[in-house]
């Protein structure tokens, strides 16, 4: 963010910028209405008016886009917004929940939240304020690639099927990095607790429940740097948003699955674990430097908490 | 032991027994052919015996001029005998010997016969000769007596001319006696008689002499023709052969019996047989029926399944339907109860204010209201409503409560929109308004087709068609949707309906991707389709057909690769009710 947005916004009390984008007039009305009095509320009728706005603004703390507009498509917006202005928190907001806009908007615009229509204005709200939490505490800001500490990443397969795992040792293999397989809940805990290092963990799963639901949330608590993979041939869109929005996975892939596939996924989720870890890092070393008082402390321990 | 071993031994003891009991039956004469044939035989032999007695008769006593007849039968009887012996004597005939015996007896018998009838003959015509000429021979020496006038000797000729004929002919030995005593005054007379008559009178000598020496033996081999016994041979031979045939039953019987026992063995076989085939019968009967029910479930499932594939086109088509009208839906109901929400966020401002007026009207209720108290209450309010004008407060709950309503309006629109594209309250044919379906349909697939351009080209004067409109929007439906699929994002839709004669037609143009002379010629097959497995049944268009067809109407298609596809259907204004089945 440069300088002078920084002092204009601290100068009207510096409320959260959220851009919102739907083709429907109405619906951004009454969103605005609901929400103009906690955020600083920009909106769009259509892609081009968005990008041209999110240009001028140079980003926003937060992006809700529809899916389904006449120009184009949502999650196409999202990923635009990724690949240009990749701090912006990516909502995405649909009236119908299509699995393959699901699946893009997770594998390719990397959404943060996935909310479905006719939204609730409560959760709307804590969702955006978790966003802007993640933005102001600077997870959303790209570390440099020079300060990326390319530790150790080593990759856990929960394979809930009974092949496969001569294809994911290769894969791992290839990207020389250590392979742990596992075929239960259980075991998947064990290893994770005793592994300083797992960093992704690979989920084949054929029945996606509660236990999945469950497990996913589990370590996402628990170990919010790990980046996790659900790799399902029976694809569901509701389960989908669920592992998305409760367990921030980084992937829903469908099979089948190649090599091919595999390996530059596994790479961009070892690249995606090296810079959280090296934020964590340093998130945690301003929070031991910083001495001035035990509140600001405790701040950072909710913060890294919520994450 | 296997079934088709025992059959083979079966067949085997058969042939053998056949070929066994026809030996046998070639060795065993059949009593009852011969019996016949030896009975004739030996009556003709019997028969000519007994003419042979005849006419020998008959030749001794003249009443045949010549031998013809007696030698004919004689011939006659040794050739039946020869022949009778050939039939069965011979080597390969009766081998009785009792029988073969008695053959051989009647035949020398008959031989001898045969010599004694030739030696007969002989002496015979020398007796007839003499009978005939003696008396001629004696007529003339009585005439000669006569002229010489000698009586004696006249009646001496006479009567042993008489006498010799009654003794040739009739055998009488006091002819013989009185010709014995006439013969020497015979010679007597030799010297009487005139010269010229000595020939005459030798002649006469002569015959004399011959028949009284001939008739003895011409008699005597008469008689010994007549009393042969080859009449009591034959009833031997006869008797004989009854015997033999007699003793020949016993085979006979044994043949029947034989005959009895193998036709019985054969009706075993046949019975065996026919069980065989009775079960075989009955199991292919069995089988025949299993096999039919078989098929009659076969085709039940086929039948089943085909219903339940028009079924889940019908849910494929739903839940399109589902899909999208669920968008629309939920765009309206996000922002109403949004809105709704908000509203009453600003109305907790808007409370104040009437906390306020009901303040103030305690205080003027008052007898002596506090002014300044109403003025700080008022200030107050002015302060509130200022600051909802400053923020619009107001305002925007009118702006929220005409977008709800105008949501309301368009979820309502909606749900009509599904009530009339469905029309499941009617399932018999009504007069319809085809526009109203086809507004409907476009409203349903208003999601689907998104920001594809929709031209209209409507005939204002379309009369009502009888139709089961539900099923007709079905048919829009799956069509629209297949343009929708076939066009690019900002592709065209064009519909046109039109009178046509005694009937509608309703066209569906698009400037999509068209499809193939191949892809034409099987768009209303089922199951065939170019989208993705689990994108479509296949059957959409296949049931559009059956809908049209049912409907008395066609369906055609034109189309050209990458100029787009126009699909054209034709309804009748009228259906004659037996054409309109019900599809379920």
């Known amino acids: ?307 | 032991m296997k079934p088709s071993t025992l059959l083979l031994i079966y067949l085997f003891l058969a042939i053998a027994g056949g070929l066994g009991v026809f030996y046998y039956q070639s060795t065993v004469p059949d009593n009852k052919e011969i019996s016949n044939d030896v009975t004739q035989r030996l009556l003709t032999i019997d028969g000519l015996n007994s003419d042979i007695g005849e006419l020998v008769l008959r030749s001794r006593y003249n009443l045949d001029p010549n031998y013809d007849s007696l030698t004919r039968s004689a011939t006659l009887l040794d050739q039946s005998i020869e022949s009778f012996g050939e039939a069965y004597f011979s080597t390969e005939g009766v081998s009785d010997p009792m029988l073969v015996k008695s053959f051989e007896k009647l035949k020398s018998e008959v031989m001898i016969q045969r010599d004694l009838i030739e030696s007969f003959k002989s002496h015979n015509s020398v007796l007839r000769n003499s009978e005939k000429y003696a008396p001629a021979a004696g007529q003339s020496l009585m005439s000669i007596a006569k002229e010489a006038k000698l009586d004696d000797a006249e009646q001496l000729y006479g009567s042993l001319v008489r006498e010799l004929l009654a003794y040739s002919l009739l055998g009488s030995s006091f002819s013989i006696e009185k010709i014995k005593v006439a013969l020497p005054q015979l010679v007597e007379l030799e010297n009487k008689m005139p010269e010229f008559s000595r020939v005459s009178m030798f002649e006469f000598g002569r015959h004399i002499e011959t028949v009284i020496n001939e008739k003895e033996l011409t008699d005597q081999y008469l008689s010994k023709v007549l009393l042969s016994t080859s009449d009591s041979q034959i009833d031997e031979l006869s008797q004989g052969w009854s015997q033999w045939l007699l003793s020949n039953s016993g085979q006979q019987s044994f043949l029947k019996q034989l005959n009895i026992a193998y036709i019985s063995f054969l009706l075993v076989g046949l019975a065996f047989v026919t069980w065989r085939l009775r079960n075989l019968y009955q199991h292919l009967d069995h089988e025949v029926a299993v096999q039919t029910e078989e098929v009659k479930k076969a085709f039940d499932e086929l039948k089943e399944s085909e219903t339940k594939l028009v079924q889940s086109e019908k849910m494929a088509s739903l839940g399109q339907m589902v899909a999208g009208v669920a968008h629309e839906i939920n765009t309206p109901l996000g922002y109403i109860s949004s809105n709704v929400d908000t509203i009453r966020l600003n109305m907790g401002e808007l409370d104040g204010i009437l906390k306020s007026i009901d303040m103030i009207s305690v205080e003027i209720s008052e007898s002596k209201p506090n002014t300044k108290k109403i003025g700080s209450i008022v200030k107050r309010m002015v302060q509130v409503y200022r600051r909802m004008r400053q923020r619009e407060t107001l305002s925007e709950i009118e702006d929220l409560l005409k977008d709800s309503s105008y949501g309301l309006s368009e979820i309502s629109n909606l749900v009509g929109s599904l009530k009339d594209f469905s029309r499941l309250d009617r399932t018999n044919a009504v007069d319809t308004d085809i526009h109203k379906g086809l507004e409907a349909t476009l409203k349903i697939c208003k999601n689907l087709i998104g920001e594809r351009k929709v031209v209209k080209s409507f005939d204002h004067q379309m009369p009502l068609i009888e139709c089961m409109p539900a099923q007709l929007n079905q048919v829009f439906l799956n069509i629209v949707t297949n343009s929708a699929q076939a066009t690019d994002k900002d592709g065209t839709i064009k519909i046109t309906t039109k009178r046509v004669g005694k009937g509608i037609e309703i066209s569906f143009e698009d400037n999509g991707e068209g499809m193939s002379a191949n892809g034409m010629k099987q768009i209303f097959d089922p199951f065939y389709t170019t989208k993705d497995v689990g994108q479509g049944t296949g059957l959409g268009m296949s049931i559009a057909y059956k809908i049209v067809k049912s409907h008395g109407g066609e369906i055609k298609v034109k189309s050209e690769i990458g100029k787009g596809t126009q699909i054209l259907v034709q309804l009748p204004l009228q259906q004659s009710q037996a054409e309109l089945s019900v599809i379920k």
């Open chain 1, 1 to 307: 963010m440069s300088k002078d947005l920084q002092t204009k916004n601290t100068a009207i009390k510096a409320l959260p910028e959220v851009l919102l984008v739907d083709d429907e007039p109405r619906i951004l009305r009454s969103m605005k209405a609901a929400l103009k009095k906690h955020y600083d509320i920009f909106t769009a009728h259509n892609a081009k008016e968005a990008k041209s706005l999110i240009k001028k603004n140079k980003g926003f703390s937060v992006i809700i886009s529809d899916e389904r507009m006449p120009d184009i498509l949502g999650h196409e917006l999202l990923a635009w917004s990724k690949d240009n202005y990749s701090k912006m928190i990516r909502i995405l907001m649909t009236g119908y929940s299509d699995i393959k806009a699901i699946q893009n908007s997770i594998n390719e615009a990397e959404i943060y939240k996935y909310i479905t229509k006719p939204w609730n204005v409560k959760e709307l709200k804590s969702i955006i304020d978790s966003g802007i939490v993640r933005v102001n505490t600077g997870m959303q800001v790209d570390v440099q690639k020079h300060d990326v500490n390319q530790a150790k990443c080593a990759l856990v397969f929960l394979n809930m099927v009974d092949h496969n795992d001569q294809i994911y040792t290769k894969v791992a293999k290839r990207l020389s990095m250590e392979p742990n397989m596992v075929h239960d809940i259980g075991s998947t805990l064990l290893v994770l607790e005793n592994n300083k290092h797992a960093g992704v963990l690979f989920i084949d799963d054929d029945h996606v429940n509660e236990d999945t639901f469950n497990l996913v949330m589990l370590i996402h608590d628990k170990y919010p740097k790990i980046v996790i993979i659900v790799a399902t041939s029976a694809a569901d869109g509701k389960s989908a948003i669920k592992l998305l929005n409760q367990g921030q996975i980084f992937r829903y892939l469908v099979k089948p699955l190649t090599e091919t596939k595999l390996f530059p996924m596994l790479n961009a989720a070892a690249q995606r674990f090296y810079k959280q870890t090296t934020r964590h890092d340093h998130l945690d070393g301003s929070m031991n430097n910083e001495t001035s008082g035990s509140s600001i402390k405790s701040y950072w321990r909710k913060i890294i908490s919520f994450l």
